[in-house]
């Protein structure tokens, strides 16, 4: 089946410091989000992107749809301690009603 | 907008017992999923309703395992008999037609022992 790999799995980082993560796949995705999950709650999506080659800001983050369909990137600049959390990205084939593949997460802590 | 709500937050239950965790999507959403979320597997999904009609459950690990959703505003996912490998984090999400992700629930710990 479809697999997501997220790089890094974790990241220990200085508060102020910017963040870039990745997520590729084996197969083409027609979407690309990326969600945050703090302790204790769901996902929330931060940013949706549906066009190869899309960049997209929400606030301090940016996200890349890649060109081939097979990747995305998130970047979180200048980070602050609400950052913390564990990041997916997630990857839809079908337009309407599709399910999600979601990748394995990459955990991002502050230190102080 | 309450959200996604999903009852109970948390369950602790002896192996072979029934477990039913249950969910009540934004109004106005005509899809729902349900997610298990573990270390080892992350986020797998289990099935997925349209319009109350389950349109995939290949996700769904074994004959345990079972869901209904009987109107627009209501799931259930039941587990029977329940075995200490089910637990995880269970959650359920909802979106409208694709409007640009799904809004999950607070999700429900499950600890089978």
């Known amino acids: 089946g479809q697999q997501l790999n997220q790089s890094p799995q974790s990241m220990f980082i200085q508060e102020g410091e910017d963040v870039s993560m990745n997520c590729t796949s084996s197969?083409?995705?027609?979407?690309w989000l990326w969600y945050k999950q703090d302790p204790g709650e769901g996902p929330v999506l931060l940013i949706a992107?549906?066009?190869?080659?899309e960049l997209t800001s929400n606030g301090r983050l940016t996200a890349q749809f890649g060109i081939t369909r097979k990747d995305s990137f998130l970047n979180i600049s200048a980070s602050i301690p609400s950052d913390v959390g564990i990041y997916f990205c997630?990857?839809?084939?079908?337009?309407?009603?599709?399910?999600?593949?979601f990748g394995t997460g990459t955990r991002l802590t502050i230190i102080p | 907008d309450a959200g996604v709500i999903q009852s109970p937050r948390h369950e602790v239950t002896e192996m072979g017992q029934e477990v039913t965790l249950r969910c009540k999507p934004i109004?106005?959403?005509?899809?729902l999923f349900w997610y298990r979320q573990t270390m080892m597997r992350g986020l797998e999904l289990l099935i997925y309703?349209?319009?109350?009609?389950?349109?995939?459950d290949s996700g769904m690990p074994e004959d345990r395992f079972s869901a209904k959703m009987p109107n627009a505003s209501f799931s259930t996912l039941k587990i029977q008999p329940s075995e200490p490998r089910d637990s995880a984090v269970y959650f359920c999400?909802?979106?409208?037609?694709?409007?640009?992700?799904?809004?999950f629930g607070s999700g429900t710990r499950l600890t089978v022992v």
């Open positions: 999400a909802s979106t409208r037609d694709w409007a640009g992700g799904y809004t």
């Open positions: 197969s083409i995705f027609n979407t």
């Open positions: 992107l549906y066009k190869a080659g």
């Open positions: 997630a990857g839809g084939s079908n337009f309407g009603n599709e399910k999600l593949t």
């Open positions: 109004s106005g959403h005509n899809s």
């Open positions: 309703f349209n319009n109350n009609v389950p349109i995939d």
